[in-house]
């Protein structure tokens, strides 16, 4: 048992330390120049080089990108939330012919892999004019969010008692008040879940803006990392404090949530 014990702790560091130690890595690399990355990759800048962070912070170019990448990460989110909630509710609350079969689509929808769709994806949001457009990306985002949104949500909404509904009946309370007053706010763990996974999702995805913005003043921070790399292919230490600035906000989401992401896969999946 200890050399089971022993085995999981040994394996959870080598985990941890495949994880940490490219951040670091980059992290720090943004402190160095391009010398000292090539004679002392894996040691502490010395000196410390501040100016690839504040010289990339001073760029308009940089804060436009954060901004457009902010703005379609929440509207994703309120829209993968919003619609998913509702649609989780209905599965979980109501039985009708052919749900369970409904259901399985979407579960089967965790299954679709993004990069498939593309080719299609591409061509609808050109016949529908969306080409260029923030709705362009924060859509075909939504419904790829979706599936994992309603199975996460259904299991929790399935683990409520029936007669907490049955009480808010008894009080007066419709389905539409139900579900606003009292259902969401019980399922603040499992909302919690799914919107990180949305946020996070949305703020790392490459692929969906690189064929809908042509413009460059729409441009996420994804895009804007391969045009920065490209532009100083050269200064390596440049572009790690680029990418640093880029990956802060998606590791400080799930670093404040955590605890509450764990928590509510697990509620999900095992009440689902």
């Not at 014990?5 to 394996?11: I, N």
């Not at 689509?105 to 260029?132: H, N, Q, S």
């Amino acid at each position: 048992m200890k050399a089971r014990h022993a085995a999981l702790h040994l394996l959870s560091i080598l985990v941890g330390a495949a994880i940490v130690v490219p951040i670091l890595f980059g992290v720090l690399g943004g402190f160095k120049d391009n010398g000292q990355l090539f004679t002392n990759p894996f040691g502490l800048p010395d000196p410390w080089i501040p100016g690839n962070y504040t010289d990339i912070l001073g760029s308009g170019a940089f804060w436009r990108q954060a901004g457009n990448s902010v703005g379609i990460a929440i509207a994703t989110t309120v829209g993968v939330v919003g619609v998913g909630a509702m649609a989780a509710y209905i599965f979980a609350r109501y039985a009708f012919p052919g749900r369970e079969t409904l259901f399985t689509v979407f579960a089967i929808g965790l299954m679709f892999p993004f990069a498939v769709a593309i080719l299609p994806l591409f061509v609808l949001l050109r016949e529908m004019g969306l080409l260029g457009n923030p709705l362009g990306v924060v859509l075909p985002q939504i419904a790829f969010g979706l599936p994992v949104t309603i199975v996460v949500l259904r299991g929790f909404f399935r683990g409520i008692p029936p007669e907490v509904e049955e009480s808010a009946v008894l009080d007066g309370a419709g389905p539409v008040r139900f579900f606003w007053r009292i259902l969401l706010p019980m399922s603040r763990p499992a909302l919690g879940t799914v919107s990180v996974l949305a946020v996070v999702g949305s703020w790392n995805n490459y692929l969906l803006p690189l064929i809908v913005f042509n413009d460059s003043r729409w441009w996420t921070l994804p895009l804007g990392v391969q045009q920065f790399q490209s532009q100083y292919s050269a200064d390596t230490a440049r572009i790690l404090a680029y990418v640093t600035l880029a990956m802060i906000p998606a590791l400080l989401c799930y670093a404040f949530a955590e605890r509450q992401l764990v928590g509510g896969l697990t509620s999900g999946i095992g009440k689902g």
